[in-house]
């Protein structure tokens, strides 16, 4: 199965969550989507990927772009981010929002990739605006329905750079904060920056001008 630490356990090369029994299966087989939107990107500068999870997907972007920022709320998976991710990967125990402020993670038991927000707690958020990047080719978001509240918070980003846009759509937006299935994708192509559906892989859609 692999080595262990206290709390953690290596799997197919990455530290994970000792509680974790699903996500480690699974998220190597999404990694030919992620190429799916690399496929669409001008430049190999700046990727934004959210959320973190325990870095496959980061260091797996680390791989194509210059730098990638990311972003994971959770302890124990950032914890085990931190031991993945390789040095261009820059990081931080936060979500990405529309606005600085704090809320709360509700944990799945046994899914360290199925982990949502709820209002309350101590868990900072931050803007990707905020960042000031001086670049971004790609925003990949895979944040259990917080998606259009991180894009919210990349506007400025997005109108600046138009990068390619890659979201997780599978309702989850609609369950735990009321918002419809499809409002990401609306939000985008209203901004009139030329944004079109490139793709839709399993339940991701991918977006570019």
């Known amino acids: 199965m692999g080595s262990r630490r206290m709390g ?13 029994d699903w996500c480690w299966r699974v998220i190597h087989q999404e990694l030919p989507d992620v190429d799916r939107a690399v496929s669409f990107c001008r430049g190999h500068a700046v990727a934004i990927q959210a959320g973190g999870n325990v870095g496959v997907w980061a260091a797996h972007l680390a791989r194509t772009f210059a730098h990638v920022e990311t972003a994971e709320p959770m302890a124990d998976n950032y914890a085990c981010l931190q031991r993945n991710v390789p040095s261009n990967v820059n990081h931080r125990r936060a979500c990405f929002g529309a606005k600085p402020g704090a809320v709360a993670m509700e944990a799945v038991t046994g899914n360290a990739g199925a982990h949502y ?5 101590d868990t ?63 939000w985008v192509l209203g901004l009139g920056l030329g944004y079109e559906v490139k793709d839709r892989v399993r339940k991701d859609v991918i977006l570019a001008c």
């Not at 927000?117 to 707690?121: L, M, P």
């Open 8 to 20: 953690m356990i290596e799997r197919n090369g990455f530290w994970w969550p000792s509680s974790d």
């Open 117 to 121: 927000v709820r209002e309350g707690g």
């Open 124 to 186: 900072p958020v931050i803007t990707i605006d905020a960042m000031e990047l001086h670049a971004c080719d790609l925003i990949c978001l895979d944040v259990e329905g917080y998606e259009p509240f991180a894009l919210q918070g990349a506007e400025d980003t997005i109108r600046r750079f138009r990068p390619v846009i890659m979201f997780e759509e599978k309702g989850l937006s609609e369950r735990y904060f009321g918002i419809p299935r499809g409002a990401c994708e609306s």
